[in-house]
C-alpha cells in the first residue's frame, strides 16, 4: 500500500447515522477488513485507511508507457492515493452526550470534507436499527446529522463567548483569530470564520451585537464551508432505494447512488482473480481461471442485475472522486524533472500524479513536492506545449510540468 500522500493532503470523513454501511463503504474503498454488522455502533474508533482517486492518465493522450511511482496507472486509469477515515454512527442528542456523543464529533474534527453515508433503503430507525419495513426518509437523516454538528460547533463556541465578545470591543480586527484559537484543531481556518460571518451578514468585529439565532447561523455556515458534504446514498440495491433517490435528488445536494456492499463483493472478487473489475466500472467479466463456488456466482449476477444494470456502477469509486474534484475543487497535474523523456531523474515516465486545488500557482506546486523547490523557484516549463510558465501561472488540470529552481540546477 502507498503510504504517501500525493494531494492537498486532506483527509475525507465517512460519517452517518448508525448501521447505514459507513464501515462497508470504508472497507471497500480501501480494502481493509474493518468490523462491519447489522446492529448500531459496530464501529467505535475511528479507522485511518487509503483509498484512490480515479482519473485518465495523461499517458493515454501522450501516447507513452508510464512508470507510476507515487500512484498507479491501470490500462489509462490514474489512481491516485487519499486518505479516508471511518467514524462512529452519529445519533440525535449527540452534541449533549447521547450514543456516543462527543466522541464522534471529537473524531471529525481532523476531516476537511465528508462523506455522509445514508441509507437510502430506508430500513434502519433512526437510531440505526434495522426495520422490517420502510420508515424513514433519509433526508431527515441528513439533517438531524448535520443539526448535531452545528450544536456541537455551537457549544464549543459559546464555552468563550463572554470572552471573545468583551475582548472583541478593545481589540477590533482580533474576533476571527480569537474564534480560530477557540475552533483550533478543527481544520477551520480564519478564512473560514470571516467568509462564514459574511455569508450571514454578520459583523465579525461586533459579537456583542449577535442574537442566538446569529451564533446558530454562524455555525451553519462554518461548517458548510470547513467541513463540505457529499451524500452517498448507499444500499440502492434495495428497490426501496429509488423512492428516496429521487428525494435526495429534489433537494439539489451534491450526492451519488451507492452500493456499498457490492462494490466490496466485486473488489474482493478482483483481488482473488476471480472476476477483472476495475473499481467504479460498469461491468466486470469473469476470468476463466477463476473456479467459483456457485453461491459466488449467484452474488455476482444479483450485482449486476441489481446494481450495475440499473445504477450504472457502485458509486462507491465516483463519490470518492467526487469528494475530491467537485467538492475539495482537486485538479490533477504531473510534475516531471526530465521534460523530454517525461520522466524523474530515475528514468520513470509519468512518475508522479499530485491532486491540487483549482487556482493553485506553478510555484505553489513546487512547494507541495518540495519546501526547497518552491523557496528556489525560477519558472516552470508546460512540457505539452513547452512553454516557460511563470511563479504566478494558474495550473490546469492534467497539466505536465517541469519545475526549474536554483535547487534543480544544483
Ligand atoms: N443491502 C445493502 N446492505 C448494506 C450495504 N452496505 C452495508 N450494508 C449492510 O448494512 C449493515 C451495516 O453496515 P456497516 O458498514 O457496519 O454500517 P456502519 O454505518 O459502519 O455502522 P456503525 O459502525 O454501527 O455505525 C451491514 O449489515 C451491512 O452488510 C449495501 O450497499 N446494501
Ligand atoms: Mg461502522
Known amino acids: 500500500m502507498l503510504s504517501m500522500c500525493p494531494t492537498i493532503c486532506m483527509i475525507l470523513g465517512v460519517i452517518g447515522k448508525p448501521n447505514v454501511g459507513k464501515s462497508t463503504f470504508f472497507n471497500a474503498a480501501t480494502l481493509l477488513n474493518v468490523p462491519m454488522a447489522s446492529y448500531p455502533f459496530t464501529t467505535i474508533e475511528p479507522n485511518f485507511g487509503v483509498a484512490y482517486v480515479s482519473t485518465h492518465c495523461i499517458c493515454r493522450t501522450l501516447n507513452v508507457e508510464d512508470n507510476p511511482v507515487n500512484s498507479r496507472c491501470i490500462n489509462g486509469t490514474r489512481l491516485i492515493p487519499i486518505k479516508l477515515v471511518d467514524i462512529a454512527g452519529l445519533v440525535r442528542g449527540a452534541a449533549e452526550g447521547r450514543g456516543l456523543g ?5 473524531d471529525i474534527r481532523q476531516v476537511d470534507a465528508l462523506i455522509h453515508v445514508v441509507d437510502a433503503s430506508g430500513l434502519t430507525d433512526e437510531e440505526g436499527v434495522t426495520t422490517e419495513e420502510v420508515i424513514d426518509n433519509p433526508i431527515t437523516d441528513i439533517d438531524f446529522v448535520e443539526k448535531e454538528f ?4 455551537r457549544q464549543l463556541l459559546l464555552k468563550d463567548w463572554r470572552r471573545i465578545s468583551n475582548n472583541s470591543e478593545s481589540n477590533t480586527g482580533k474576533t476571527a483569530e480569537m474564534i ?5 484543531g478543527l481544520a477551520i481556518t480564519e478564512k473560514h470564520i470571516l467568509t462564514a460571518a459574511e455569508k450571514k451578514n454578520l459583523t465579525i468585529d461586533k459579537p456583542t451585537s449577535w442574537s442566538e439565532d446569529d451564533i446558530m ?7 458548510e464551508l470547513s467541513k463540505p458534504s457529499i451524500i452517498a446514498a448507499n444500499k440502492i440495491d434495495n428497490p426501496f432505494a429509488k423512492e428516496n433517490i429521487e428525494h435526495i435528488k429534489a433537494t439539489g445536494r451534491l450526492f451519488v447512488p ?15 482473480k476471480m472476476i477483472d473489475y476495475l473499481a467504479g466500472g460498469s461491468t466486470f467479466k469473469m476470468l476463466n481461471t477463476s473456479n467459483p463456488t456457485i453461491a459466488q456466482v449467484k452474488a455476482l449476477e ?19 472522486n467526487s469528494a ?17 523523456k517525461l520522466s524523474d531523474k530515475k528514468g520513470n515516465i509519468l512518475p508522479d500524479a499530485y491532486i491540487v486545488q483549482k487556482g493553485s500557482t506553478a510555484k505553489d506546486l513546487a512547494f507541495i513536492i518540495h519546501s526547497d523547490l518552491g523557496e528556489t523557484f525560477l519558472h516552470a516549463f508546460d512540457v505539452k506545449t513547452g512553454l516557460q510558465l511563470g511563479a504566478d501561472y494558474i495550473l490546469k488540470d492534467s497539466d505536465v510540468i517541469k519545475i526549474v529552481s536554483r535547487y534543480s540546477r544544483g
Do not use: H
Not at 452545528?150 to 460547533?153: A, H, K
Not at 447561523?217 to 461548517?223: A, D, E, Q, V
Not at 467537485?326 to 490533477?332: A, Q
Open 102 to 106: 462527543n466522541k464522534f464529533l471529537d
Open 150 to 153: 452545528d450544536l456541537w460547533l
Open 180 to 184: 480560530s484559537e477557540r475552533l483550533s
Open 217 to 223: 447561523n454562524f455555525c451553519i455556515s462554518l461548517r
Open 258 to 272: 451507492c452500493a456499498a456492499e457490492a462494490e466490496l463483493l466485486l473488489r474482493k472478487a478482483a483481488e482473488i
Open 302 to 320: 444479483m450485482v449486476k442485475k441489481n446494481v450495475l444494470d440499473i445504477w450504472g456502477s457502485t458509486g462507491v469509486q465516483t463519490t470518492i
Open 324 to 340: 475530491y474534484l467537485d467538492l475539495l475543487d482537486g485538479i490533477v497535474v504531473y510534475p516531471v524533472e526530465d521534460e523530454n
